[in-house]
Each structure stands twice: as structure tokens, then as C-alpha cells.
């Protein structure tokens, strides 16, 4: 006899067991994200699609510079396109980033161009008109970096003593020239020995070190001026000096001290860097001092520093006792000989700063005269040297011997008279 089967009542009548634990049946994930809300609603037209997307750059606290460059470039992309922005196609951009590279412009400046596109349309409006395109490539260019020697020249060189503190700065801190014009007095901790650069590139503050050489020269003018002034003050009160000023003054530097290379105030920040690497320091510091956020950025100064694994020595070298480190053939410089300098001061107005007329007499067979020197004073112990352009000279130099012409053009002798000239023009002052 068959027993019945009694009739499943658990379950709701199914025959199986509910699966438990990972394989327990759950509720489904809800996206709450996927919605997009654009910043623009409605077909606006150009100028308002603009002013919308301005707005939403500054809410979202873009840098003033980024938020110009995009704003520039929208306008412009508008212009060109001729119709309202909602109908606006990835071909049509495509069609506008071809004009761009026909027309010249590097892959950096239609990179900024798609990204401020990308920008507009796709991140604020959800409208991926730039999906698929990729940012332009780049050229991999080597760093231009001044050698040390150089860089001695370069201060040796300089025609105040402002310009040298700004070309020491740019060496020995390793910042950008954004970041020095805004150096303030307070930003100095001389105990800690550290100079704090606040909201550098990318709103990020950083630490970098102080230099010795120039910590006496800072104490000094922080004790004179106070702690909230700009350590470059521009000529109206609260201003700092401009980029451009350091780039001019960079570039005097490089001139006088006959320098080939296209120095610029960057190209020190690659000598701090490339130097500091030769010199044995960790690159995980060097990127901790440029403030770089990725460490492939600092990498590219291992393809220019001279490292000391390729200094090594070969062995038939040392047993033949050569070496075969580069030997200078620097020759000492030549004296221009005996020299008479007389210094004239010019009558004191009170628009133009104190000032006076130099000349050096060299004291040759018959005598050689160089005039059209100017010695000025726009703050109490602060001497410009001025020289006329050397082809004014021209005339004299054929009365020198070779010797005599090099010295001149050398930055050593310029040195020596902006210091002896400033001393007899500071003495008249007394």
C-alpha cells in the first residue's frame, strides 16, 4: 500500500527550499545618480548658453585664467558654429578641431580647445558631443637647464639687487614665476628654515626650503618692511611685481652674462630640480619641492641629469692615471688696466629718483674715454648701473687691444664697476 504524500504547506505550496545566505534572493540596487541634470535647460541661445556655463565655472570655483580661456574659447566655437548650441554634433566639432590644426596651432592649444568643449557640453550639459576624442599628443621636448656656472654668471650679471634676489629665488626654491611674485614677507619662518608657498598650482600649499646665502639678506629687509607687504612690491601700494617683469628681468640677466641658451624663469626651476637630482637628493623629495602630483611629471629630469652612474671612471683611466671628467680650459680674465672713473651727479628733481653721469678713462696710448654710463637710486642703498648700448663704444674699441674689448664685454667687469661706480655715487649721496 502507497502512503500518501501529505501536501507541502511551506513555501506557499512550491517544492523547493528558498535559496539562503549569498544566494539569498535581494532588492534590486536603485541608481539615483543616473539622472543628469544639465546646466542649461530649454534651447538657449549663444549668449545665454554662455553666461550659463560661466556661472556654473564660478560656482564651482574654476581658476579666473581657466575660466577666461574657456569662456574665450566657447564664444569663439559659437561664433564659428552659427547656430543655436543644442544642435551641435561630435562632427561638428570635429570639423572645428580640424580648422584649429590646418590653421597651425600646437597640440597644447587645441587640447585646451576640446577641453573646454568637453567642459561645456559634456560635463555641465550631459550632451557627450565629445565622446570618442581624445586629447591631442603632445611633443616629449627636453628641459632647457642652465649649468651651475651658468647660473653664477646669471647673478654676477644682474643690474640691482632686486633682479638678483629674483633670479636666486627661482634657483634655490624651485618655484614657478607665479608663485614668487606672490611671496610674502610672513611666508619667511627663518627658525624653521622653510619658505611656504600657499594655493601654488592646483590649490595646493607646499613647503620648500630656505637658502642659506640669502637668509641674512631676508632678515634684513623682513625687519624693514612689514610682515603682510609683497617681497617684490609693484609701484602702487598692495600690488606685487607682474610675470611678465620677472621674465624681462630673467632675460637681462641671461644677456648680460652672455648665456646662448633661452633662459626663462622656468628653465631655472628646472636647474633646481636637474641639479638637486645630480646631487644624490631622493626624487620622491624633488617632487615634494616642485609640487607635482604625479611622480612621472618629475621623472623627465632623469633623461637631462648627469647621474653619477655615468660618471664612473674607467678602469684603464685610473691605471693610466687619466681622467676622464671634462677638464676646464676657463683662463683667468685679463686686466684692462689702469682705469680713472669720475661720477657726476645730476640735480635732484621730485619726479625723476636720484641719479648721475659716469665715465671710465682707460688709460691708454692716447686715452680711451667711455661715457654714457647712468647711475640711479629709486630706494635709499639701491644703485642701478645703466650702460649704453656697445655699439655706441664702437668707435673706442679700435684704440683697445683684443684683450681689452673681451674684458670690457664680460660680465666680471661689469660687476667690478657697478660696484665701484655705486660706491663713489652712494658717497656724493652722503
Known amino acids: 500500500m502507497t502512503a500518501r504524500r501529505r501536501p507541502n504547506t511551506y513555501n506557499n505550496g512550491q517544492p523547493y527550499i528558498p535559496p539562503r545566505g549569498r544566494y539569498a ?19 538657449p541661445s549663444s549668449a545665454d548658453f554662455t553666461r550659463a556655463i560661466v556661472r ?25 558654429f552659427g547656430a543655436p548650441p543644442h544642435r551641435v554634433t561630435r562632427e561638428d566639432i570635429r570639423d572645428f578641431l580640424e580648422i584649429l590644426v590646418d590653421g597651425g596651432a600646437s597640440s597644447s592649444w587645441v587640447g585646451v580647445h576640446l577641453a573646454a568643449l568637453r567642459t561645456a557640453f559634456d560635463k555641465m550639459c550631459g550632451r557627450q558631443v ?31 639687487l632686486r633682479d638678483k634676489l629674483l633670479v636666486g629665488l627661482l634657483y634655490a626654491l624651485g618655484v614657478r614665476v607665479s608663485e614668487v611674485v606672490r611671496l610674502r614677507y610672513r611666508d619667511i619662518d627663518f627658525d624653521r628654515r622653510v619658505v611656504t608657498i600657499w594655493q601654488g598650482k592646483g590649490r595646493v600649499d607646499r613647503q620648500v626650503m630656505l637658502p642659506v646665502s640669502f637668509e641674512p639678506l631676508l632678515r634684513h629687509m623682513a625687519n624693514a618692511y612689514a610682515a603682510d607687504e609683497f617681497l617684490f612690491p609693484a609701484d602702487r601700494k598692495g600690488r606685487h611685481i607682474s610675470p611678465r617683469t620677472v621674465q624681462r628681468a630673467v632675460k637681462n640677466a641671461a644677456r648680460l652674462a652672455g648665456v646662448a641658451k633661452d633662459i626663462t624663469p622656468h628653465c631655472l626651476r628646472h636647474a633646481f630640480a636637474t641639479h ?17 602630483a604625479k611622480l612621472e611629471t618629475t621623472t623627465i629630469y632623469t633623461r637631462v641629469a648627469v647621474l653619477r652612474e655615468n660618471r664612473v671612471t674607467s678602469p684603464l683611466d685610473v691605471l693610466t692615471g687619466a681622467n676622464s671628467q671634462a677638464v676646464t680650459t676657463e683662463k683667468p680674465p685679463q686686466s684692462v688696466g689702469c682705469m680713472a672713473l669720475a661720477v657726476t651727479p645730476r640735480p635732484a628733481t621730485a619726479d625723476e629718483p636720484l641719479a648721475a653721469d ?16 647712468v647711475l640711479s637710486q629709486s630706494r635709499p642703498g639701491w644703485v642701478a648701473l645703466e650702460l649704453p648700448p656697445l655699439e655706441t663704444w664702437e668707435q673706442h674699441f679700435q684704440w683697445l687691444t683684443r684683450q681689452q674689448r673681451e674684458r670690457i664685454t664680460s660680465p666680471d667687469f661689469y660687476q667690478h664697476l657697478q660696484k665701484q661706480l655705486g660706491d663713489r655715487f652712494l658717497r656724493l649721496l652722503e
Request: proline letters at 8%.
Open 56 to 80: 556654473e565655472m564660478k560656482i564651482r570655483f574654476y581658476q579666473p585664467k581657466t575660466i577666461k580661456t574657456y569662456r574665450n574659447t566657447l564664444i569663439g566655437f559659437l561664433r564659428w
Open 130 to 160: 565629445t565622446l570618442g576624442l581624445e586629447t591631442p599628443r603632445r611633443p616629449k621636448r627636453m628641459p632647457v637647464v642652465p649649468s651651475v656656472h651658468e647660473i653664477r654668471l646669471m647673478l654676477e650679471a644682474v643690474t640691482s
Open 276 to 292: 638637486l637630482l645630480e646631487n644624490g637628493t631622493d626624487i620622491r623629495f624633488i617632487q615634494k619641492y616642485l609640487g607635482h
Open 25 to 43: 534572493p535581494r532588492d534590486a540596487v536603485g541608481d539615483h545618480l543616473s539622472t543628469i541634470h544639465p546646466v542649461v535647460q530649454g534651447f
Open 358 to 373: 659716469a665715465t671710465v678713462t682707460i688709460m691708454n696710448d692716447p686715452p680711451v674715454t667711455l661715457d654714457g654710463i
